[in-house]
């Protein structure tokens, strides 16, 4: 009897070094911010991460939207509202954590994303 011929099945880009709250550095074309935020927890597996910009926070106030992260010796401010799925191939290095300010990224995720404390609570 004759074996089946197998088929090889090409998996999506894996990267198990990108981790939630990671700062990354990124190869993202039409994107001037020199690192990335990553949102998305890695548990959640797939092709993607969902992620936002960092950009240099030059005495730009911080926002409810827009929480500080510390990258090296510098502030950085995470655009949120920018977020957007970012294939794994185009994350650099990783740089820092935003471990630290997780409290102020949650509150801006909540205001984006429910309204809170921004809007009316329901």
């Given at each position: 009897?004759?074996?089946?011929?197998t088929?090889?099945?090409?998996?999506?880009?894996?990267?198990?070094?990108?981790?939630?709250?990671?700062?990354?550095?990124?190869?993202?074309?039409?994107?001037?911010a020199?690192?990335?935020?990553?949102?998305?927890?890695?548990?959640?597996?797939?092709p993607?991460?969902?992620?936002?910009?960092?950009?240099?926070?030059?005495?730009?106030?911080?926002?409810?939207?827009?929480?500080?992260?510390?990258?090296?010796a510098?502030m950085?401010?995470?655009?949120?509202p920018?977020?957007?799925a970012?294939?794994?191939?185009?994350?650099?290095?990783?740089?820092?954590?935003?471990?630290?300010?997780?409290?102020?990224?949650?509150?801006a995720?909540?205001?984006?994303?429910?309204?809170?404390?921004?809007?009316?609570?329901?």
């Open positions: 009897m004759r074996r089946p011929a088929t090889t099945v090409r998996m999506p880009d894996f990267r198990d070094d990108i981790r939630w709250l990671d700062v990354c550095r990124h190869r993202i074309r039409g994107v001037a020199p690192y990335v935020l990553v949102i998305q927890h890695h548990f959640v597996a797939g993607t991460r969902i992620a936002a910009p960092l950009v240099p926070a030059r005495n730009q106030p911080t926002t409810l939207l827009a929480p500080q992260v510390r990258v090296g510098a950085h401010l995470a655009l949120l920018a977020l957007a970012v294939e794994l191939r185009q994350f650099g290095a990783v740089v820092a954590s935003a471990a630290a300010e997780v409290d102020a990224i949650f509150d995720l909540d205001a984006l994303f429910r309204g809170y404390p921004v809007g009316l609570s329901r």
